[in-house]
């Protein structure tokens, strides 16, 4: 049981370029999220899908977009990376929304130059 | 959106000695209040959590208050430990947001021995 696995770990980035970054879970949780973590701003939602077949915005969505490829997979694609989205990424997941545990995958640490 | 503010950012104490981190929120519909820990190059891990119809909440070393009228919630760990030396996330969840967790910005604990 592997939890929620990220793709990849670390990636660096010319400004411009783009990517998608992978998060897999393996609890059969309805819900899955993105954060972003910066330096004294704590965790912000970029994204989440509440349920398979649905996303939505959370605090932070400019610049990314995402895509819930089934109950198991929830996807972030950068379309033109900019120096402002480097950051560690965390995909989370729980069972709903709301009083439930979320539970963090590894992280990935992105840096665009 | 949910304003979460975490006090103090950094926190040092003596191994034994009390530590408390407090947060304030800004929307009185909030009604769930995790916290979570994160070790050093670790995923955050929830810790212990309490809903809005509950004053507090202990588990073993660890509690939580909530006090909703002043709209704040506040950690305390008693008989520190240097393996409680992480950073601690408080977070607050708004029901007409679509549950998002609103986290603080962190506080960095270091227990010394």
């Known amino acids: 049981n592997a939890g929620v696995t990220q793709t990849p770990k670390f990636q660096v980035l010319k400004t411009g370029q783009s990517m998608t970054l992978q998060c897999a879970q393996d609890m059969n949780h309805n819900s899955m999220y993105w954060y972003r973590q910066d330096p004294g701003m704590g965790l912000r939602l970029i994204y989440y899908s509440a349920s398979e077949g649905t996303t939505d915005k959370g605090e932070v969505p400019n610049g990314y977009n995402v895509s819930r490829l089934n109950k198991r997979e929830f996807s972030l694609r950068l379309e033109s990376a900019a120096p402002s989205q480097t950051s560690v990424y965390f995909c989370a997941s729980s069972a709903l929304t709301g009083f439930h545990e979320q539970y963090f995958g590894p992280g990935t640490r992105l840096t665009v130059t | 959106g949910e304003n979460v503010e975490q006090h103090p950012s950094t926190l040092s104490v003596q191994e034994g000695d009390s530590a408390v981190i407090k947060c304030t929120y800004s929307?009185?519909?909030?009604?769930?209040f995790p916290w979570y820990k994160q070790e050093l190059g670790k995923r955050p891990q929830l810790i212990i959590d309490?809903?809005?119809?509950?004053g507090e909440k202990k588990d073993q070393r660890i509690a939580v208050t909530l006090n909703k009228t002043a709209k704040h919630f506040s950690l305390h760990i008693t008989e520190t430990q240097p393996e409680d030396s992480a950073v601690y996330f408080c977070a607050a969840i708004v029901p007409n947001t679509g549950n998002q967790f609103y986290f603080g910005t962190g506080t960095s604990l270091t227990v010394i021995p």
């Open positions: 309490i809903r809005s119809n509950v």
């Open positions: 929307d009185s519909a909030s009604n769930y």
